[in-house]
């Protein structure tokens, strides 16, 4: 189906664990981008990518790692997760000259 | 630096009543505005956008948000608001050719049947 989509959509680790989240766009957009959704905070993006091999930090960078190999795929890895990033995560894609995000559906994921 | 700020973190009117929603925007230049919404347990939508022309701008479900330049607000409206909208809303801005959105922290609607 075109879009984008994420996986998995709920995820529990434990503190210490790598964790990896996946984010596929469909559209052939260049830039994507990653959010994560708290209470009182509203959005804040965590890293974006202009297009492939091109990633540039966000307003809260701190302990995730992102890669972009390939255009359509844009991951989002916790090196050692933390309680504090217990959120929901939204991955978002932007159709340039529309400059239009469309949003996945978001992976909530607990960190115990 | 460009920020969004979104006045109301909560809102809770009875069906038919008439909704506005502030967001005021911090930036000097040229903007792009949104407004998106977040149904429970759903994803972000697109609700309405402003790039240029008609400062009063019509989006779906009967919602119209309102550019106020001398302001710097992009306020969202419904004259009358059904149970489906409760949800989040939330304000973004870009400039033209800036290659970020900026959100605002958000506004929950909440629509007493």
């Known amino acids: 189906d075109a879009g984008i989509t994420q996986s998995p959509r709920y995820k529990i680790t434990e503190t210490g664990r790598q964790v990896t989240l996946m984010c596929h766009q469909t559209w052939s957009h260049s830039y994507m981008f990653w959010y994560r959704q708290d209470l009182g905070h509203g959005l804040r993006l965590i890293y974006y990518s202009a297009a492939a091999d091109i990633t540039d930090k966000g307003e809260v960078p701190d302990g995730y790692v992102v890669s972009r190999s390939k255009t359509e795929n844009f991951p989002l890895t916790l090196e050692s997760a933390t309680r504090s990033q217990t959120s929901v995560y939204f991955c978002a894609s932007l159709a340039t000259g529309a400059n239009i995000q469309y949003f996945g559906a978001g992976t909530r994921l607990s960190v115990l | 630096a460009q920020s969004v700020s979104q006045h109301n973190h909560h809102v809770i009117l009875s069906e038919a009543a008439s909704l506005e929603l502030g967001c005021n925007y911090s930036?000097?230049?040229?903007?792009?505005l949104f407004w998106y919404v977040q149904y429970p347990g759903q994803h972000l939508q697109l609700l309405l956008k402003?790039?240029?022309?008609?400062?009063l701008v019509k989006g779906i479900k009967g919602f119209e948000a309102e550019f106020i330049k001398s302001k710097f607000s992009f306020n969202l409206r419904k004259p009358s608001v059904q149970w489906s909208d409760t949800a989040e809303y939330f304000c973004a801005v870009n400039a033209p050719r800036d290659d970020k959105i900026i959100f605002g922290k958000g506004t929950r609607l909440h629509i007493l049947p």
């Open positions: 402003y790039f240029s022309g008609d400062p």
């Open positions: 930036y000097g230049g040229t903007v792009n």
